[in-house]
């Protein structure tokens, strides 16, 4: 029986099970440091450009002189043309799509993942391929040694050895369909106990990013002056730091919960729902913890949840 089934067999199923094993190896390590540095030297919609939808990197002509250039200068693994593009495109990859406090935390010195979909740290993982080692070469880390991959198993393949398969979670409707095709297993929906009453309200769309912000800043203000609970949903640790900064300017008494702070994460929740309490946070919020309504709360309509920025994932 699996808790949160959705999140693990359809979100996570993408991320394969993995044995590794390896040791040092100096040249790729420097390797590492090298094409951090000549992906610093390059320019967007100059030397290459980046495709945000399937997180892809193109050289152009002058990129690719660039690396021509530099594979003559270095000599030694920079000598082969494809080996040089990778190094040099993972090393792109790492500076225009993995950003720090969104895909990524430092923690003691080392790159901690964090899941986008929950906004939980994830320190037992690493990016395969060299990623990783790109993203510690960007951030001027030690990196760490590329380990080969022994065994590997995706957990679709790994759910389907059960000969008896379930699970419970409260967003799975969505999915329906992805967990029939792929697992067999069909979902039913059971009905909550009382009548939902929470009001939905139509979204609102800016023409800037600083328009949204001022709107929501506003909002709040608005809000938070009739003493209603606020929960202020956010996609990344970026935003919801940006969020803080905009509360604080304001004289708002605020918590925030994301990666940073996921120690607290159940002792902000529960209070989430205390009369005139601001919460700003990460997709993590909420899990497994109830939100208990304060005194007068529920005369007062609530808890009232502003969401920011649209997830990928309607669940």
Same mark, same amino acid.
């Given at each position: ?6 999140? !693990? ?7 394969? !099970?993995?044995?590794?094993? /390896?040791?040092?190896?100096?040249? =790729?390590?420097?390797?590492? @440091?090298q094409a ?18 399937? $997180?892809e ?8 002189? *660039? ?12 000598t082969?043309?494809?080996? #040089? ?7 792109i990859?790492a500076?225009d ?5 969104q ?5 003691? /010195? ?5 899941? @986008?979909?929950?906004? #939980? ?7 395969r ?7 510690e070469?960007?951030?001027l ?18 759910? $389907?050895?059960?000969?008896?398969l ?7 409707w969505?999915?329906s369909?992805?967990?029939? =095709? ?22 609102? %769309? ?9 709107? %929501?800043?506003?909002?709040? $203000?608005?809000v ?5 609970? *606020?929960?202020? /949903?956010? $996609? +990344?640790? #970026?935003v919801?730091? &940006? !969020? +803080?900064?905009? *509360?604080? @300017?304001?004289?708002? =008494?605020?918590?925030? &919960? ?28 909420? #899990?497994?913890?109830?939100?208990? &309504? ?8 609530? *808890?009232?949840?502003?969401?920011t920025?649209?997830?990928?994932s309607?669940?």
């Amino acid at each position: 029986i699996i808790d949160e089934a959705d999140s !693990l067999l359809i979100d996570e199923a993408v991320t394969p !099970l993995i044995i590794s094993g /390896g040791g040092e190896n100096a040249a =790729q390590v420097e390797a590492f @440091e090298q094409a951090a540095t000549i992906a610093r030297e390059m320019q967007n919609e100059v030397h290459y450009r980046v495709n945000h939808r399937f $997180r892809e990197v193109n050289f152009t002509s002058k990129g690719n002189a *660039l690396l021509a250039k530099y594979g003559e200068e270095l000599g030694g693994i920079w000598t082969g043309e494809r080996r #040089r593009e990778e190094l040099v495109n993972q090393a792109i990859q790492a500076k225009d799509l993995h950003t720090l406090g969104q895909q990524y935390i430092i923690d003691e /010195g080392k790159i901690v993942i964090v899941d @986008e979909a929950t906004g #939980r740290l994830m320190p037992d993982r690493t990016w395969r391929d060299g990623m990783h080692q790109a993203v510690e070469a960007k951030e001027l880390l030690e990196i760490q040694p590329v380990k080969d991959t022994l065994a590997r198993i995706s957990f679709q393949r790994f759910f $389907r050895m059960y000969r008896k398969l379930s699970g419970m979670t409260a967003t799975a409707w969505e999915a329906s369909a992805e967990l029939w =095709q792929i697992y067999n297993l069909p979902v039913v929906r059971i009905p909550t106990d009382k009548p939902c009453i929470r009001k939905q309200h139509a979204d609102r %769309v800016f023409t800037s990013e600083d328009a949204k912000w001022q709107a %929501v800043r506003k909002y709040i $203000r608005k809000v938070h002056d009739t003493g209603q609970p *606020l929960l202020v /949903g956010s $996609r +990344s640790v #970026r935003v919801s730091e &940006l !969020l +803080s900064k905009l *509360l604080t @300017e304001d004289g708002i =008494q605020h918590q925030v &919960l994301n990666a940073v702070y996921h120690k607290e994460e159940a002792e902000i929740v529960a209070k989430a729902g205390v009369k005139g309490a601001v919460t700003v946070a990460t997709n993590m919020a909420g #899990r497994g913890t109830d939100i208990k &309504l304060g005194e007068g709360v529920a005369e007062l309509g609530g *808890l009232h949840v502003v969401g920011t920025e649209k997830h990928e994932s309607g669940r």
